[in-house]
């Protein structure tokens, strides 16, 4: 396995008992780390988990429901992961939320404001909490699943971009500080993907052929596309690399 082992390894993935999340925990698995599945559903949590514990052996992963609006529901999760583990080695941060679609002028401030809370400032917090024990002992990889909407204008997902475009300076930042304790901190800008978010373009198969043709690979992205990145990010492949942003959109932003 070399360079990708994760022997060893503990890894919490929040937003993972589906999409993106889950196929980057199943992946960080297959690698050898134990995961740690997180989302606001204990039951989908323990499904996800259940899953990868069939495919890659018992004790590979626990559950832990956890509200990324919630700090305490997120320190418990850190805690539980070191609980039952021991430490931290690993930390995705995937989920988001988008709860207003349309142009800005149009948005309540309390939309914006958690859409702020849910895609920055939860980042911030778990950041927060994991970073200490990484920076004491010497290792750690941070990654945050941003967007390309971070790199583009939109007409109807406008406070999101700004969010996602937020992550990358959030990392940038954060591996400025972190660098000189071979900590590392990364983005990852996934185009459009297969998931729930996206569900009402892909179901719909007229509009997704549309998209389709804007796309140099002529196809929006499956989960598991996204999930290799967040292997090379986590593992000893990338031990160089920090403060970056991993393009991975089929080329829609060439």
């Known amino acids: 396995m070399g360079l990708f082992d994760l022997g060893g390894k503990v890894a919490i993935i929040t937003g993972s008992s589906r999409g993106i999340g889950k196929a980057s925990a199943m992946a960080l698995a297959e690698q050898g780390a134990k995961v740690v599945i997180s989302s606001r559903k204990q039951e989908a949590c323990d499904e ?18 956890a509200n990324i609006s919630d700090k305490a529901a997120l320190q418990n999760l850190v805690d539980t992961a ?45 950041i927060q909490m994991v970073a200490p024990e990484m920076r004491e002992r010497g290792d750690g990889s941070i990654i945050i699943v941003s967007s390309i909407g971070g790199l583009r204008g939109s007409p109807v997902i406008g406070a999101y971009n700004v969010s996602k475009a937020a ?44 998209v389709n043709k804007t796309l140099p690979m002529r196809r929006i992205g499956q989960p598991e596309e996204i999930a290799g990145a967040v292997v090379f990010l986590a593992s000893p492949a990338s031990s160089y690399m920090t403060g970056q942003a991993v393009v991975v959109d089929g080329g829609a932003t060439i």
């Open 48 to 65: 996800a988990a259940a899953e990868i514990n069939a495919r890659c052996g018992e004790g590979s992963a626990i559950a832990v429901a």
């Open 82 to 126: 070191r609980r039952e583990w021991g430490q931290v080695d690993i930390l995705v941060c995937n989920a988001a939320s988008n709860p207003y679609y349309g142009p800005m002028a149009g948005i309540e401030d309390e939309q914006f404001r958690k859409i702020l809370d849910n895609n920055i400032v939860s980042n911030h917090w778990l």
């Open 167 to 210: 992550d990358f300076q959030l990392a940038r930042n954060y591996a400025v500080e972190y660098g000189k304790d071979n900590v590392r901190v990364n983005c990852i800008a996934p185009g459009l993907i297969k998931t729930d978010f996206a569900r009402a373009l892909w179901e719909d198969p007229e509009r997704e052929k549309a």
